[in-house]
């Protein structure tokens, strides 16, 4: 079974460039989140996802990221414009429900790793 | 903002010894989770441990929990090369999982 796919695995842009970073869930995975992990921190949610709607974007700086999650399968964070403090790590994870009893396992793709010069 | 501690913030031991994490958390929660990352890869869920239970076991990995302390335990028995990695703790609160700071463990042959 294939994992959580990410892509890019790296990106290098100048600041006020804009990146887009892309993300295929596992199928049949209903929940899909964004996380943002900084050097030596553990992840910190951005957003999740319950199929198309975002159900918690609270943490998500929304003045230049955004987000989609189309027809409930793949999902697409976007920064816009990039500053300095937006390098770091960001993880995409599945999971097929957060409310189903054993549906809680989150599986995490390998990352894109942004720089920002 | 992350609520879990983990403890220590970096671990090293010879292949072969046990290693114990431990991490604490502030407020009431429904699991914890723990998670390992290897050196630039994503992170691998390995063990769940729900706030009605105290103690999950897992091939070589021990889990406790006290909720009375809001802390928790990792145990890795007969730890092996492949064991190096970061490891973090997860807490599952009513909306979210929120990760710690994460302890680094390193297995020296």
């Known amino acids: 079974e294939a994992g959580v796919v990410q892509s890019p695995r790296y990106k290098i842009i100048e600041k006020k460039q804009p990146v887009a970073f892309w993300c295929n869930p596992i199928?049949?995975?209903?929940?899909l989140y964004w996380y943002r992990q900084n050097l030596g921190q553990g992840p910190e949610l951005l957003i999740r996802y319950e199929n198309e709607e975002a159900v918690d974007d609270s943490q998500l700086p929304k003045d230049r990221f955004s987000a989609e999650r189309l027809k409930g399968v793949d999902s697409t964070l976007k920064i816009q414009p990039a500053e300095l403090g937006d390098s770091a790590v960001y993880l995409c994870a599945s999971s097929f429900s957060t409310w189903v009893y054993d549906g809680e396992t989150q599986y995490f793709g390998p990352g894109t790793r942004l720089l920002v010069l | 903002s992350q609520q879990g501690e983990e403890d220590p913030q970096a671990l090293s031991i010879q292949e072969g010894e046990n290693a114990t994490m431990n991490c604490s958390y502030k407020t009431s929660i429904n699991n914890l989770q723990w998670y390992r990352q290897n050196s630039g890869r994503g992170l691998v869920h390995l063990i769940l441990?729900?706030?009605?239970?105290r103690e999950k076991h897992s091939g070589r990995l021990r889990v406790t929990l006290d909720t009375s302390k809001k802390s928790s335990s990792l145990l890795i028995t007969a730890s092996r090369a492949a064991d190096t990695a970061s490891y973090f703790c997860?807490?599952?609160?009513?909306?979210?999982?929120?990760f710690g700071q994460g302890t680094r463990l390193t297995i020296n042959p």
């Open positions: 997860a807490t599952r609160g009513a909306q979210k999982l929120v």
């Open positions: 199928s049949g995975h209903n929940t």
């Open positions: 441990i729900r706030s009605n239970e």
